[in-house]
């Protein structure tokens, strides 16, 4: 066994994750361990925003390391001279634009990466996702099952004629992307996306997906729809969900309202690890997450202006 390992072939993950979110993170990592081909090893990249060392610790417990291997970035750090990030009033926290800086802190010699929203988990075997051929695109996401077009009523790209774009261009979810690292640092996406995303603020709902969308319009590989498969999605297709993305409402919270089988799959990861008595969360502790996300984003503002 411990020759399979050592012969194993590495896959790099990145996620984002802040103190109050550690707990699906749990549940992400232990539903990649237990689903991952046997011939495969994680090395884990998590940017960490504020996260308490003994939440470090209780995850670091939580993993099987013969599988798992985890590596802690500070999100501080990375953010050190990133005066122009574009800070807004909304409730989405500030770590949302970590992904956009992956190609900058990755170790040398990675060249591809698979980045994961930290409310999801896999039901499947991710090195199946993370060898897909590429075909020379600097990403590979889902078309966003509630948001297909930059046309889109509520979100895409309000402003898309003004930008040169046609209605009914495809619109990818940014939870998950698995990135070309050369490709992504010889088009400088990172300064492109926080300039396209500073120059239309306004009509940036979803600050992070405009950006990418936009610069990176018509240009991105499509992925099978499993591989990001909305919690919110009708019960009939989640026998086909490979990556369950628990979008809006979390199941930490007793107010979750999407899928229960779901939920309980979550749940069923989550026993496996440190939270294993983890109860949900009041609707008080969502609303103090969300604005301390606003609070958060103002005194990051006040301090690089």
């Not at 077009?149 to 895409?156: C, D």
């Not at 979810?173 to 492109?192: D, P, S």
């Not at 099978?224 to 993305?245: L, M």
């Not at 899928?259 to 799959?265: M, S």
Request: charged fraction near 20%; proline fraction near 4%.
């Amino acid at each position: 066994m411990q020759q399979d390992h050592l012969s194993a072939k590495s896959l790099n993950v990145v996620v984002t994750c802040d103190n109050h979110y550690i707990v699906l993170l749990a549940a992400l990592i232990k539903s990649i361990e237990t689903n991952l081909n046997k011939n495969y090893k994680v090395s884990l990249h998590i940017i960490e925003d504020r996260v308490s060392s003994g939440n470090k610790k209780k995850l670091e417990r939580s993993i099987n390391s013969n599988i798992i291997t985890i590596n802690w970035y500070r999100m501080k750090t990375i953010l050190a001279d990133k005066e122009s990030l574009p800070i807004d009033g909304s409730s989405f926290p500030l770590n949302i634009y970590m992904r956009l800086f992956i190609p900058y802190f990755i170790p040398e010699g990675v060249d591809k990466v698979l980045y994961l929203d930290v409310d999801m988990i896999a039901e499947t075997d991710i090195s199946l996702l993370v060898e897909t051929n590429m075909q020379n695109h600097i990403v590979a996401a889902v078309q966003d099952p509630r948001v297909l077009q930059f046309g889109h009523h509520w979100g895409g790209v309000p402003n898309y004629h003004v930008l040169g774009f046609k209605p009914n261009t495809p619109y990818f979810n940014t939870g998950l992307l698995l990135i070309n690292i050369a490709a992504w640092r010889a088009n400088n996406i990172t300064a492109k996306v926080i300039d396209c995303i500073n120059r239309n603020k306004k009509y940036a709902f979803y600050p992070d997906q405009y950006g990418l969308n936009v610069v990176l319009a018509n240009q991105w590989l499509s992925l099978d729809s499993r591989w990001n498969f909305f919690s919110s999605e009708k019960e009939s297709n989640q026998a086909s969900a490979a990556i369950i993305h628990f979008i809006e409402r979390k199941p930490i919270y007793r107010s979750y309202y999407f899928n229960d089988a779901f939920k309980e799959k979550f749940y069923q990861y989550l026993q496996q690890t440190e939270w294993k008595s983890f109860r949900p969360l009041g609707e008080i502790r969502r609303y103090y997450k969300k604005i301390n996300n606003i609070v958060y984003k103002k005194q990051f503002q006040l301090t690089h202006s």
